[in-house]
């Protein structure tokens, strides 16, 4: 079984920072790798957008709105995928989801979805 344990989300001042973790918790033998690990974010009303992702090389990609401002790594022998915020602004504020591409043990390619925590903005 597997599961994405988010945390780190919180309440900020516009300029301020928080970092957000994301552990892929799984039980033995569950999974062979850990592929590509992004974050995505929800705001009140809107879609899910795509934030950033980090690939099993430790290459990033970022959306333009977070380019320079947001920081994405992963610590692979953590299993566990991370997002530096900084100069946070209220556009920010969000619902943060990780998601994770694995192979699992049966060598089929599978998604999963983190519950999402919340960063809240002030201004």
């Known amino acids: 079984q597997v599961q994405l344990v988010e945390s780190g989300g919180g309440l900020v001042q516009a300029g301020g920072s928080l970092r957000l973790s994301c552990e892929v918790s799984k039980s033995t033998g569950t999974i062979f790798s850990i592929n590509a690990m992004a974050w995505y974010r929800q705001a009140p009303g809107k879609q899910r957008d795509w934030v950033a992702l980090?690939?099993?090389?430790?290459?990033?990609t970022y959306s333009d709105s977070v380019k320079g401002r947001l920081t994405i790594s992963r610590d692979n022998a953590k299993n566990t995928v991370y997002l530096q915020m900084n100069s946070l602004n209220p556009n920010d504020t969000a619902v943060y989801y990780c998601?994770?591409?694995?192979?699992?043990?049966?060598?089929?390619?599978?998604?999963?979805w983190g519950r999402g925590t919340q960063v809240t903005v002030s201004s």
């Open positions: 980090i690939t099993a090389g430790g290459r990033t």
């Open positions: 998601d994770v591409e694995v192979r699992d043990s049966t060598w089929q390619l599978r998604r999963y």
